[in-house]
């Protein structure tokens, strides 16, 4: 055969498998490429199903000669046209079958497919197939969308619904664990939940300085809860009890500079439940101090592990108009984006590539290419770039070879009140927003408690601007971190969209 005849067949066994073999198969039709013509002007197809059998012919033209449509017409029950129609009187007549161009292919699959069929059930299918059994849904689809992120949660209040969570986080593992460690385990995450909601609910009725309180003992159970779900957790509420024997894991210290509640000093301990939620997490906590500073002199706000209650706040996202209107201090939060111009082609035809630029914007404006490099991030080539847009940015070449989007491997925050961004992580590499806000609530415990000369002038003295800060950190807390605590015990995202949104369920 010729290389122009030897072309035209392989152009149609490649549209044959493509356009109608794969469809049959969809429609569990065996299929079976059974002759074509020795120049390349059709081939021949059988399909089956149970006992029922069909053949067809896909011509490579219309405009084919009238012997080749007669022999077909002795050979197979339907001729396809992979072009369209020309003329078609011109050269398929004297035959009896049927003629049809490759669009018109699904109108006989329906009418073979009704031929296979017994009544309403079709023949020569597939037995029971394989499946995947539904798990706690993670959508969220309501017009407030916080009170079915807690209808979700208060779910586990119950032995027998918590069981069942722990036992499917299990499967999907594929873990196994004693069933009398899975009763332990869901007697206390229905507990913790419990709590967590009584916590959450007083919270709302409280004036500020109780609904502090309230608020962080609820991230507290929330974070036990959250530990209890997981199959590599603790194995009973006796086991997260024992974490809080030694006490929060958190310290404070008052601040060493002129401002008392900027200055705030909140650090991390080696042992407390802090530390035993952040080992969990799969933080490096070996290097957490074992010790509280006794002495002002003992305090360096250098060390990773030691924070002002302002720095913890400029993690917050949320707050960012707020935080910069009340605080000189700089942001702790990045914004990446990808940045097509930098990568060539934003068309959906080319080649995927596992290597991507993206543009990094700090709003503050405080950062340089040495914080940006020290990240701990697989990104490189970091350079300034000139923006009309405001802050400063950043462009880098993210490394994620097996991640399809560059995205997979920047860990970011989504929140339903800012963009989508990355916050630098406290003491030493501690990202997760409910982890940063549950200390952040520590330290306000701490002050509207202990502290109550420092908290007399954030309430109604020179410092009532952090008055304002505290409560909006409060009401974004309410409405996001029961959300991040859901996707912890469910090890899911969690999304969330409200109704007649055009991303809500129809």
């Known amino acids: 055969m010729d290389t122009g005849k030897q072309l035209r067949l392989n152009i149609l066994v490649k549209s044959a498998e493509d356009n109608i073999i794969n469809y049959f198969n969809k429609h569990h039709w065996e299929c079976e490429v059974t002759g074509s013509y020795p120049h390349g002007e059709y081939v021949i197809i059988k399909v089956s199903k149970g006992s029922v059998n069909y053949s067809l012919a896909l011509l490579y033209s219309c405009a084919t000669d009238n012997s080749v449509y007669k022999d077909l017409d002795k050979l197979v029950d339907l001729i396809v046209l992979n072009g369209d129609f020309y003329h078609l009187e011109s050269y398929a007549y ?23 069929s017994d009544g309403k059930l079709s023949l020569g299918g597939q037995d029971i197939p394989s499946f995947k059994p539904k798990e706690f849904t993670n959508h969220i689809q309501s017009e407030q969308p916080i009170n079915q992120i807690w209808s979700r949660i208060r779910q586990f209040r119950t032995m027998g619904l918590a069981e069942k969570l722990i036992q499917q986080r299990c499967n999907h593992f594929g873990t196994q664990l004693e069933y009398d460690v899975i009763k332990a385990k869901a007697l206390g995450l229905a507990f913790c939940i419990q709590n967590a909601c009584d916590y959450f609910e007083a919270a709302s009725k409280q004036k500020l300085n109780q609904r502090v ?15 209890l779900a997981s199959p590599k957790g603790p194995a009973s509420l006796q086991e997260v009890e024992d974490m809080t024997k030694f006490g929060h894991g958190l310290f404070t210290f008052d601040s060493v ?16 439940f802090f530390c035993k939620w952040m080992d969990f997490l799969g933080c490096d906590v070996a290097l957490y101090p074992s010790k509280k500073p006794r002495k002002e002199t003992d305090i360096d706000l250098s060390n990773e592990y030691v924070i002002t209650l302002i720095e913890l ?4 996202p949320e707050l960012e108009e707020l935080f ?3 605080s000189d201090s700089s942001i702790n939060w990045l914004t990446f984006r ?3 111009d930098a990568n060539g082609s934003f068309r959906f035809n080319t080649e995927r590539k596992r290597d991507s630029y993206v543009s990094i914007n700090d709003i503050s404006c405080s950062k340089t290419i040495d914080d940006i490099a020290k990240l701990d991030l697989p990104i490189e080539q970091i350079e300034y770039i000139q923006s009309e847009h405001p802050g400063l940015h950043f462009k880098a070449l993210v ?12 860990k970011q925050h989504h929140s339903p009140f800012t963009e989508s961004s990355y916050i630098i992580p406290i003491f030493g590499g501690v990202s997760e927003y409910r982890c940063i806000t549950t200390v952040i609530l520590y330290a306000l ?6 502290r109550p000369s420092i908290w007399r002038e954030v309430a109604s003295g020179k410092y009532e601007d952090y008055l304002a800060l505290t409560d909006e950190f409060l009401s974004v807390f309410e409405r996001l971190a029961p959300e991040k605590f859901l996707e912890a015990l469910l090890d899911s995202k969690v999304r969330v969209v409200q109704s007649g949104s055009m991303f809500a369920h129809i």
């Open 445 to 450: 415990s701490i002050l509207v408690r202990y």
């Open 94 to 116: 004297g035959i009896s079958t049927d003629v049809i161009e490759l669009k018109s292919l699904q109108n006989y699959i329906i009418k073979w497919n009704t031929s296979a």
């Open 399 to 410: 490394k994620h070879p097996n991640d399809e989007f560059w995205h997979g491997v920047i």
């Open 338 to 340: 990808y940045d097509s």
């Open 313 to 316: 706040f400029s993690h917050i």
């Open 324 to 326: 910069r209107m009340v």
């Open 213 to 227: 309180v309230s608020l962080y003992y609820g991230a507290i159970a929330l974070a036990s809860a959250e530990m």
């Open 257 to 272: 500079s002129d401002n008392p509640f900027e200055g705030f000093v909140v650090g991390v301990l080696s042992n407390g």
